[in-house]
């Protein structure tokens, strides 16, 4: 089993800039893929950013160049730096890990970014 527990979400103005933290534990294999994806009230869960055991990245193009993804392997432990917020960022983020052997899908509990303008 696999534990996430995701921290840094909140309130913040546009234009400015949070950090969210995901820290996984549990039965963790070298070949992950983590990330986030969020949900706004609404609308459908999307991908946001992914990152694999080799550090391979993906975005989505609507935070394309604003957001960073980037992990910590000692610490099993992926970041998503978000910078120049929107007024369409707003929504539960949610950090995902897919552990490939043994096959494996996990979600974290969500954190809740709030974009004021």
């Known amino acids: 089993q696999v534990q996430l527990v995701e921290s840094g979400g909140g309130l913040v103005q546009a234009g400015g800039s949070l950090r969210l933290s995901c820290a996984a534990s549990?039965?963790?294999?070298?070949?992950?893929?983590m990330g986030w994806y969020r949900q706004a009230p609404g609308k459908q869960r999307e991908l946001v950013a992914t990152?694999?055991?080799?550090?391979?990245?993906n975005y989505a193009d609507s935070v394309e160049g604003r957001f960073t993804i980037s992990k910590d392997n000692n610490k099993s432990t992926v970041y998503l730096q978000m910078n120049s917020l929107r007024p369409d960022d707003p929504a539960v983020y949610y950090c995902?890990?897919?552990?490939?052997?043994?096959?494996?899908?996990?979600w974290g509990q969500g954190t809740q970014i709030t974009v004021s303008s």
């Open positions: 990152i694999t055991s080799g550090g391979i990245t």
């Open positions: 549990g039965t963790i294999s070298r070949l992950v893929i």
């Open positions: 995902t890990l897919v552990r490939i052997l043994p096959r494996g899908d996990y």
